[in-house]
């Protein structure tokens, strides 16, 4: 692990994910990258599965925002943990625009191999994110 990993980390999310700049993927993520999340039904595969996942979040989000709040490396692996703020005017997976602002935490994990992202395991408060959104109601004591 070098300090080149947790830069190739701290581009995707301003980059990618906040700047709207997909062409960074192509730098930082390998062709046999999977990535994992148990907000979606299955892993996604590859590059441009990576592309498509950024580019829907940020039609969800036009405003996404990822804050970076803390990161710990450690042999072939960057852990970062994150906040993501956005107002949602664009379609989530099945769920139409409901205007509302949002904010989630989550981690992310990413395996390198060769400067390069390999494997991402994501977790993230999908629940919290729906009952912002109005989507599902909240919870007794929530």
């Known amino acids: 692990m070098t300090g080149d ?3 190739a980390v701290r581009r995707l999310i301003q980059e990618a994910f906040n700047e709207g700049r997909l ?6 993520v390998a062709s046999t990258f999977v990535g994992h999340d148990p907000a979606l039904p299955e892993p996604i595969h590859g590059i441009e ?4 996942l950024i580019a829907g979040y940020r039609r969800a989000f036009p405003d996404l925002s990822i804050t970076i709040d803390d990161v710990v490396a450690e042999g072939d ?5 994150w906040t993501a703020r956005g107002t ?6 099945a769920i139409a ?10 981690m992310s994990i990413d395996r390198f191999e060769h400067g390069r992202i390999v494997e991402a395991w994501t977790n993230w408060d999908t629940l919290g994110l729906m009952q912002q959104l109005g989507v599902i109601p909240v919870t007794a004591g929530g």
Request: charged letters at 30%.
């Open 49 to 52: 599965a990576e592309k498509d």
């Open 88 to 93: 949602n005017l664009g379609d989530l997976w």
């Open 23 to 28: 062409e960074t993927v192509d730098e930082v």
């Open 5 to 7: 990993d947790i830069t």
């Open 97 to 106: 625009p409901t205007g509302k602002a949002a904010t989630v935490t989550g």
């Open 77 to 81: 692996k960057v852990v970062t943990r």
